[in-house]
């Protein structure tokens, strides 16, 4: 009897656990990380799924944007197909229970990618009269010490790597031993606090599409010889600046050529601002500060903001543009002096908030866009609507 009592209790506590950290999701699902250590054409790896509820897998829908990897589940399939009979192990799951399917890949060997290819996947999915899906994102990196590396989204975020904005064309793979590559020493559960920090500390090595972090004799990662970049760097981290080593506010600080004008341009970042209340009521705020470089007076229009890819606001309509208003009384177009920055915030309320989870993937993003009223145009840095999630969760959080 007591062995029931304790068992009962056991399955209780178990699916109290899972109730706090669904999320009023049904499962999680989640790619298994591995890496294979020869390239030979095809490969596959593990989807799994985790069940918070009672339900039933009904399907699996490929949404990878790539054309390099051909996905298949015990055969092929377009990307438009859902698979109505997947290979799960379990295909009615009860709470705690996981279910796995294996996927198959098969690729060209000529011609292979220098950077890592994204993959995802919608499982498909039912609780008696209640259809939902869920995600699962990854991505697939061939080394060039002739490895592959398949990485659920979460343990890729987590890689001591700043990767390299993607070139078309794309640099010329060549090989590199894997021995030659310093190795990180950034500890697994130390998390970057500040986007500078991404910016030092760094390794790079040519032929890589990264660059490594906490490595041996770690260089700024700012070309030195780019005025540009120095500049760019300043004003987008100007109110961090306090947090740099010495080292590197020295090093900047050397090189940076205050007589070499930009003679057009302005700068815009964007960023989450979080505000914290006395009375347990946080909010959230996206942050856009706008430095006019022109050497002269310049109008700017309001700022808007674009989601890649669109968001579908219901079956059939899909948008991508969006205006939102600064919580700041600002008339536009407004004047800016040379150098002059203009600070606006933007509330996200949680409906809001409930559009861009709905619509965050590993590769959706937000970004600002802007101009002035001579017809120049500027852009922000993208914002990772994942990103965003987690960093709206946890500010509401804090207490």
């Known amino acids: 009897m007591k062995h029931i009592y304790f068992t009962t209790l056991l399955l209780l506590l178990t699916i109290i656990g899972f109730a706090q950290e669904r999320d009023h999701n049904l499962i999680r699902a989640r790619i298994i990380s591995k890496e294979e250590m020869t ?36 055969g092929s399939l377009s990307k438009s197909q859902n698979i109505s009979q997947p290979s799960f192990s379990l295909k009615y799951l009860l709470p705690g229970q996981t279910s796995t399917c294996i996927i198959n890949i098969t690729h060209a060997t000529n ?38 590396e398949i990485w659920d989204k979460k343990d890729f975020s987590k890689l001591p790597r700043v990767w390299a904005s993607k070139k078309n064309p794309a640099p010329a793979r060549v090989f590199i031993h894997r021995d030659s590559i310093p190795v990180s020493t950034k500890p697994s559960n130390l998390e970057i606090q500040y986007d500078w920090q991404k910016y030092y500390q760094v ?18 990662t700012v070309n030195i010889g780019d005025n540009e970049q120095i500049r760019t760097f300043l004003i987008e981290f100007q109110k961090q600046l ?35 209340s006395t009375m347990g009521n946080n909010g959230v705020m996206w942050g856009i ?11 700017f229009n309001q700022p808007y903001f674009k989601v890649s ?38 509330e996200i309320n949680p409906n809001a908030f409930a559009m861009f989870e709905k619509n965050a993937t590993p590769d959706s993003f937000i970004q600002a866009f802007g101009g002035t009223t001579v017809g120049e145009i500027y852009s922000s840095n993208e914002y990772k609507l994942d990103k965003l999630v987690s960093d709206y969760k946890s500010i509401m959080k804090v207490r």
């Open 39 to 74: 390239i030979t054409g095809s490969f596959s790896f593990t989807l799994e799924v985790l069940a918070y509820d009672t339900c039933t897998l009904d399907s699996i829908r490929i949404v990878n944007d790539g054309t390099f990897l051909n996905i298949s589940f015990n």
């Open 289 to 299: 500060t706008i430095t006019n470089l022109t050497k002269e007076i310049r109008y």
């Open 309 to 346: 890819p669109k968001f579908e606001l219901e079956p059939g309509l899909e948008h991508d543009t969006f205006m939102m208003f600064p919580i700041e009384k600002v008339t536009f177009p407004i004047r800016l002096e040379y150098g002059q920055v203009l600070s606006l915030t933007f």
């Open 203 to 220: 390794k790079h090595v040519s032929g890589l599409p990264y660059l490594i972090q906490n490595a041996d004799n770690s260089t700024i």
């Open 242 to 276: 306090a947090e740099l080593p010495i080292e590197i506010l020295n090093t900047l600080q050397k090189n940076l050529d205050l007589e070499n004008e930009i003679k057009v341009g302005a700068n815009y970042y964007l960023t989450v601002i979080a505000a914290l």
């Open 111 to 148: 011609n292979l990618l220098y950077y890592p290819e994204d993959m995802g996947f919608l499982i498909c999915l039912h609780e008696q009269n209640y259809n939902t899906k869920s995600y699962a994102g990854g991505k697939v990196y061939f080394t060039p010490y002739n490895s592959v």
